[in-house]
């Protein structure tokens, strides 16, 4: 899977072969994948109309069409004539100096807004950033501020090498998001940290050394338009991770819970959806975080955004939060989750919801999420077991994309066994076993246990095991022969991975060993 | 050792000289290397030896060679053998040193150096990589820019040779955080240089692959990008990368092309041009697979032009003899597509019965290779033809294409191939002679689509394709019946391929009815026929009815008896199948279920006799040679229980030949030796003839007991002995030769559980008087090697060895004997071993034994019965309660053991029982039924003795479960304890 990139738990069903499906699951911390690539641009955004009218644009229309149209070469030169200009003015003592200043920004500003390609990598080789540095300078006028945090915004959202290049810049940023800036001011800067924590650990983890959470957290409390916005996009970056840290340490400062639950109360769907990263983050690195929100109802809010909004830019950062809550913490599924209570209904109503919707993210994050349900009590395997959700589930079994074959396996898997406690082997549920097998799901696992991967290929074994061990009458090996599960176990005879070797050979051994014959037939 | 002069003369004359013909001169070197490579710096220096120049190639290539295995066994000493020393041979500083020199080293080598070193290195990186070795990838991918920029692309190959090799991991294991960290490592690291390279070089061959080029210019510029996609395999393999999705056109681009240009400049370059580039295209193949399976949706943008261009290939590549690599790797696509979300490419008007006629019958039909191997190789071929070993080859990959459609489309596919396979049959028909391979290709389409299934615990198959039985009258009969056995062996051996297969649905008078040509084509001169003739024959007694009773009984085949074992006997006689296992097996089975009357023993075991007589000159088919024991064994054992006097004749028979096994030290068949004689023994009456005594005192040559594999042979011998001869062991001193090899034998944790069996044994079958004496001398050598070494293992043989020694000899022995050694030992044994680790006890016999033991102890030692050791008394209820009322698995916990003694010898012959020479495990205690009843009686018994005391300590002592568990086996044997 390439789109998660936060610990959802994935240590599913124990490693050898009959124990199997019983326990919740992150994701993984750490991801190779494309991040996010459901929600476009989430990292690092670009900044092309300013965030506030406090700056006088009107002398900015008549070039607007002309940049974009321009050679490269062109707009080169002219970044590189602009930052000497800034050069030139940041220099210059004399009367004007402010306005001059200003008027340099601006144009640099411009240059770095407008085209698909900003000249970037031109205006850092000019030398940008020290001045830029010093346009920060405390106790400048705001509209100097603001151009300046501008320009550095841009710069942050290039290639890595021009976001890590802000670096001297960042003291300033952070002094300039608290409280005592203006609002403008303070959005302006914290669109550029956000740029520079979207683009790794190393300088999230500097960021948060030189104190950036507090005065980010803070920005997210009052309502004050599209700052809250930009700050909890920010924040969402900064406590990503894979540190835990900064999530426990968001969570614990005063007014955050409260400001979250009332912008998902109420917020709308644009901002909505940055809160939704924000609790995606917290819920997937901070134990206390993810107790913090379940306690204070955050399920049943996040329940009723995914009933009323079609929004898919919300819909998954709101499910992918509901799920690591119900994977987090098993208070919430054994507590809150309880099976006849109206919140455990509407939260299955919204996963049917999702199963059925037309976009492949959410109907694997939805699986995902029913397959930690699953692995809860017997109440809530029945539950699920009884639900609309099952002959959907069945069906993508069947059908659905491999990624999404495989979480819908998780969940059928976790239906057909006792939870465990401490290491012993679960027992099986026989009758939902039963029930799922004549349904045809046997053909769905076996298909997983010819894939490449190997963790699918551990699920179908550990299946076709409580198949071969659970079906009335020794029903079992008849029923694997029939969907040919003997040929698909035999091509782990020789596998790389030790695990899967033993378990295949186990149990092409134990349940179709050629026996020697001998004790039998000599009589 | 230091880099000098002298070492370097020492070393190249060692490296030489193991490259000596003649062995005498090869072992000395070899064993002064073995000696060498003990000094600290060894690796080093032979590193530098590899870099030296001046030195000779071949010496530098052997040192290459050594070094390689040097690393392999000390690099890391993760050993499971705990008497192997686990300290590395190879320090810190030496490793950092040899990191440092490995790879400008590798990359300036010759191709043949260079691969040595390129394997040590994937070695090392498999401990170190990457975070004990920061810089190697570092280093590889600035060596790989200089060498690119160099267009030097024998270390561009080398370079991506020994990345290719470190990133295999990613292959196989499980996605866990740890694994996810090295792969984004590597990829930060090098996905961007891969790239650089593989476009740079796609660059070149589309430069070069014009008139201009020329075939030597060409290859190593494929060989580099099949590289590129190697590793594009690895890297992509647990999910899309980031900036494998961004770029991900690029590569794409230049996969399509792979697959759809000619370049004739190196293709037409004699055979081995084309390899080159076919394997280029087999490993794009692979990656289009990865994707297609994995990340179907980022693919589908490509999935269309994929599957056509893969098409058309295949169109050439189906038609081509060789070419097999790349035809499995793209039908496998085409597989792979046919299963996804997007099987509708196959939805088309005609679609799946132009892939049935232009890729899956031309590849299934047989070609010259597989007759070639069919005379040549019979081994292989029956590995790939029967065993489904075929995995890898075309035809079976092909069947596997047609399976993958019917998953979606299975009517249609049903429709379509019966069709097929009338078409293949009437062409056959029309013409046999010539058009004989369209039968074999008609009979193969059947078998392998077919299902697996077991019937009688053994594979067979069964299909809707066709109905079996007349397909087996029509098709297969006939051939089964040709009298001319040579004639057309392929389709001989389909007929019998499908026989065997469908065995259980062939009804038993129609199989009866065909045995008689089956035995007769056991003497056909194709090894592939006969070998097939002798599986079916064994196959057919393994098939089952309803309710697991055998369809074929010893009076199915009395009347072909006769002519069977000849046939099967003769069938060893034809060249390369002297040692046919399929034909042993048979033997064997038939052994074990015919009806062995005289006629059929003597020849039977003179046949087994010659035949291992002849093998034990060179033992080289070790199952063939384990079959042929089995088949010697199951021969004395049945035979011997019709009529016990036979058992003289055996002993003539086999002696000699036992003898000549231990005399010329044919090593790989000591287990098997000892096992039979031990089998022999057992079926003579006491006493036994002298004849067996001077094995008796090879038995107790403390040379045999050296070697780990016999070990396990050499106690059952030594049993069967003792049971059978225990007065014999009093004699000559040769008792404490036994003990001394208990002594040697419990010193080492591989062996310890081997010791016991020995010292059980005596302990069981000689009366105490013979064993007094030697009492002090036992009990020392087990409480030293218990102060050594505490294993769980050893503790719990020791608890079942003082069990058994209770129940034999009684408790007060027991006590006394122990007690002579240290005074008080006994109580401190019983607190701190018997207590504790009762509950680990496992195996039926083994828990009856200790918890008798137990009982026995709580009611009868005066030791523990004492007012005064009441907290003991109390101590050990528990934990017997807990052994006899908790299930296994909850007393047990997984402990990390020593493995035994059969997984930890991988260089020596392992230890395999014969299954017929076996003996089933005695149970000590046959007049106890129950153990817990027994428990219960005693308890009541001792109780009625002092009423009112022991009610009290087991309410102090024992806790809650366990009280309730002992009430209710005393309401289980309505008993009171008062």
């Known amino acids: ?523 | 050792m230091e880099w000098n002069q002298e070492t370097v003369q020492f070393l190249s004359h060692c490296f030489l000289n193991t490259l000596s013909p003649s062995p005498a001169p090869r072992r000395q070197a070899e064993s002064s290397l073995a000696s060498a490579s003990e000094q600290p710096n060894y690796a080093l220096v032979v590193l530098r030896l590899v870099a030296e120049p001046s030195v000779d190639e071949q010496i530098r290539m052997a040192a290459a060679l050594n070094f390689k295995n040097h690393l392999r066994l000390w690099w890391t000493r993760s050993s499971t053998d705990p008497s192997v020393p686990t300290d590395s041979r190879i320090q810190g500083p030496e490793k950092e040193q040899i990191k440092s020199l490995i790879v400008p080293l590798m990359l300036s080598s010759a191709t043949r150096i260079q691969n040595q070193l390129s394997e040590a290195l994937a070695v090392i990186s498999k401990h170190d990589f990457p975070k004990s070795w920061p810089q190697l990838l570092p280093d590889l991918v600035s060596s790989l820019q200089k060498a690119s920029a160099a267009s030097d692309y024998v270390s561009v190959i080398g370079i991506l040779s020994t990345a290719n090799s470190i990133f295999k991991k990613f292959r196989y294991q499980y996605k866990t955080n740890d694994l996810l960290l090295d792969l984004k490592y590597c990829l930060d690291n090098f996905a961007s240089p891969l790239l650089e390279i593989f476009l740079k070089t796609a660059q070149l061959i589309d430069y070069t692959s014009g008139p201009v080029g020329t075939a030597e210019t060409l290859r190593p510029l494929f060989e580099s990008q099949r590289l590129c996609c190697r590793i594009f395999y690895s890297l992509n393999f647990i999910d899309l990368p980031e900036f494998f999705e961004d770029h991900m056109r690029e590569w794409m681009t230049e996969f399509q092309k792979y697959l759809t240009t000619c370049y004739p400049s190196l293709e037409k370059s004699g055979t081995n041009g084309l390899i080159i580039v076919d394997e280029l295209r087999a490993a794009v193949c692979e990656n289009i697979n990865l994707y297609v399976e994995k990340n179907e949706e980022e693919f589908q943008g490509y999935l269309h032009t994929f599957a056509t261009a893969v098409w058309s290939l295949l169109g050439d590549v189906s038609q081509s003899s060789s070419r097999d690599r790349l035809a499995i790797t793209a039908i496998k696509f085409l597989t792979t597509v046919s299963t996804s979300v997007h099987h509708t490419l196959f939805a088309g008007d005609g679609v799946i019965l132009q892939i049935c006629q232009s890729i899956v019958i031309p590849n299934v039909r047989l070609r010259e290779e597989d007759e070639e191997l069919f005379e040549m190789n019979y081994v292989e071929f029956i590995r790939r033809d029967m065993e489904g070993s075929d995995l890898d080859t075309r035809r079976r990959i092909a069947c596997e294409l047609f399976k993958g459609i019917a998953t979606n489309y299975k009517a249609h596919v049903t429709a379509i191939l019966s069709v097929q396979i009338q078409n293949l049959l009437s062409s056959f028909t029309a013409n046999p002679a010539a058009n004989w391979k369209d039968k074999d290709c008609a009979i193969y389409l059947v078998v392998s689509l077919a299902t697996k299934r077991t019937a009688g615990g053994s594979v067979s198959a069964s299909t809707d394709l066709i109905d079996v039985n007349s397909f087996f009258a029509t098709v297969i009969v006939s051939e089964l019946q040709n009298q001319n056995v040579s004639e057309f062996p392929m389709l001989k051996a389909g007929a019998l391929k499908f026989f065997t297969m469908f065995r259980s649905h062939i009804p038993k008078d129609v199989a009866l009815g065909l045995v008689p040509d089956v035995v007769r084509l056991l003497t056909s001169e194709s090894n592939v026929v006969h070998s097939y003739a002798a599986s079916c024959i064994e196959k057919l007694f393994l098939v089952k009815d309803e309710g697991g009773k055998a369809r074929y009984t010893s009076k199915d085949i009395d009347p072909v008896l006769l002519m069977l074992m000849n046939n099967l006997f003769t069938a060893l006689r034809y060249s390369e199948s002297e040692e046919n296992q399929y034909v042993m097996k048979c033997i064997m089975r038939v052994l074990a279920v015919a009806d062995l009357s005289q006629g059929v023993v003597a020849p039977s075991i003179a046949g087994l006799t010659s035949v291992l007589n002849e093998v034990c000159k060179n033992p080289k088919n070790p199952v063939f040679n384990h079959y042929l024991f089995e088949s010697i064994s199951v021969l004395v054992r049945r035979a011997c229980e019709r009529d016990a006097s036979l058992i003289s004749t055996f002993e003539a028979t086999l002696f000699p030949t036992l003898q000549t096994i231990l005399s010329n030290d044919v090593t790989e068949f000591f287990p098997y030796a000892f096992q039979l004689l031990a089998q022999l023994v057992d079926l003579n009456r006491s006493p036994i003839p002298a004849s067996y005594m001077p094995i008796f005192e090879i038995l107790l040559s403390a040379d045999l007991w050296n070697r780990s594999s016999n070990v396990p042979a050499l106690v059952r011998l030594l049993q069967a002995f003792l049971q059978k001869a225990p007065h014999e062991l009093n004699r000559e001193g040769r008792l404490s030769l036994v003990l001394g090899i208990f002594n040697r034998l419990i010193a080492s944790p591989s062996t310890e559980e081997q010791g016991f069996y020995v010292l059980n044994t005596v302990i069981e079958n000689l009366e105490y008087s013979v064993i007094a004496n030697y009492m002090s001398h036992i009990w020392h050598a087990l409480f030293t090697r218990l102060h050594k070494k505490q294993t769980v293992k050893f503790v719990k043989s020791l608890l079942i060895f003082m069990s058994l020694f209770l129940v034999k000899h009684g408790s007060e022995n027991l006590v006394i004997s122990m007690n002579a050694v240290q005074t008080g030992i006994f109580v401190m044994i019983l607190e701190q071993i018997w207590i504790p680790n009762l509950k680990l006890i496992t195996g039926t016999i083994e828990v009856k034994l200790t918890a008798v033991a137990s009982t026995r102890l709580l009611c009868e030692c005066p030791d523990i019965l004492d007012v005064a050791a009441a907290r003991h008394w109390g101590k050990m209820l528990d934990s017997l309660v807990t052994l006899l009322s908790q299930p296994e698995e909850d007393r047990v916990e997984g402990e990390p053991e020593v493995p035994d003694i059969a997984e930890n010898v991988a260089y020596t012959a392992a230890f395999v029982s014969l299954q017929n020479a076996g003996k089933k495990e005695e149970d000590p205690l046959k007049d106890v039924r129950d153990a817990k009843e027994f428990l219960v009686a005693s308890l009541t018994r001792i109780s009625a003795l002092y009423p009112g005391r022991f009610p009290q300590i087991i309410s102090e002592a024992l806790d809650a479960a366990n009280q309730s568990a002992l009430f209710q086996f005393c309401n289980t044997y309505k008993c009171v304890l008062v």
Request: proline letters at 4%; hydrophobic letters at 45%.
């Open chain 1, 1 to 523: 899977m390439t789109d998660e990139s936060s610990p959802h738990r994935r240590d599913p069903i124990k490693s050898s072969v009959g124990n199997a499906a019983a326990e919740r699951r992150r994701q993984n911390a750490v991801s190779v994948g494309k991040e996010r690539r459901e929600s476009l641009m989430r990292a690092k955004r670009f900044c092309r109309v300013g965030v506030s009218t406090a700056i006088d644009d009107n002398d900015d229309s008549p070039d607007h069409d002309m940049v974009i149209d321009e050679e490269e070469s062109i707009l080169e030169a002219q970044a590189s004539s602009a930052v000497e200009e800034l050069k030139a003015a940041v220099a210059f003592q004399g009367k004007g100096a402010v306005q001059k200043k200003i008027s340099a920004l601006q144009k640099l500003r411009r240059l770095l807004s407008r085209s698909e390609f900003p000249p970037v990598e031109v205006a850092l080789k000019a030398g940008a950033i020290p001045l830029l540095v010093q346009c920060l300078s405390f106790g400048s006028l705001d509209e100097q501020l603001l151009e300046a945090a501008w320009c550095l915004t841009n710069i942050a959202a290039g290639k890595p090498d021009e976001t890590r290049a802000l670096l001297p810049a960042l003291p300033l940023l952070i002094a300039h998001i608290g409280e005592k800036s203006s609002l403008p001011v303070a959005e302006q800067c914290a669109w550029a940290l956000g740029n520079v924590a979207g683009e790794g650990e190393d300088l999230r983890n500097i960021l948060l050394s030189q104190g950036a959470l507090l005065p980010l957290a803070r920005m997210m409390l009052p309502i004050k338009g599209s700052t809250v916005r930009t700050a909890a996009w920010a924040l969402s970056n900064l406590i990503k991770g894979p540190d835990q840290k900064a999530a426990t340490e968001l969570i614990k400062i005063n007014g955050v819970l409260k400001a979250i639950i009332q912008h998902l109360k109420n917020a709308d769907d644009e901002l909505a959806t940055e809160v939704a990263w924000v609790i995606v983050y917290l819920s997937a690195l901070s134990n206390m975080a993810t107790i913090m929100l379940v306690k204070n109802n955050v399920v049943q809010l996040l329940v009723e955004r995914l009933a009323s909004s079609n929004s898919l830019q919300l819909l998954i950062p709101v499910l992918r939060s509901l799920g690591n809550l119900v994977a987090g913490d098993s208070c919430t599924t054994y507590d809150l989750l309880v099976p006849g209570h109206e919140i455990t209904d509407s939260v299955i109503t919204v996963l049917v919801k999702c199963l059925k919707s037309e976009h492949r993210v959410l109907k694997k994050e939805a699986a995902w999420v029913l397959s930690n349900i699953a692995a809860g009590s017997v109440e809530h395997k029945q539950l699920i077991f009884s639900s609309e959700a099952l002959p959907l589930l069945l069906h993508l079994l069947s059908s659905a994309p491999f990624d999404i074959r495989k979480e819908v396996a998780y969940t059928l898997g976790n239906i057909c066994v006792e939870p465990v406690e401490g290491d012993g082997r679960p027992k099986l549920i026989v009758e939902h076993l039963v029930s799922l097998v004549n349904h045809g799901c046997l053909s769905g696992f076996i298909e997983l246990i010819r894939s490449i991967d190997a963790e699918a290929a551990r699920l179908g074994l550990q299946f076709m095991e409580l198949v071969l061990r659970g079906m009335p009458n020794g029903e079992g090996p008849k029923l694997v022969e029939q969907e040919d599960g003997i040929d698909a176990m035999e091509r782990f005879q020789f596998h790389e991975n030790d695990d899967l070797r033993n378990m295949a050979n186990g149990l092409v051994d134990k349940y179709f060993g050629e026996d020697y014959g001998l004790e039998e037939s000599s009589s």
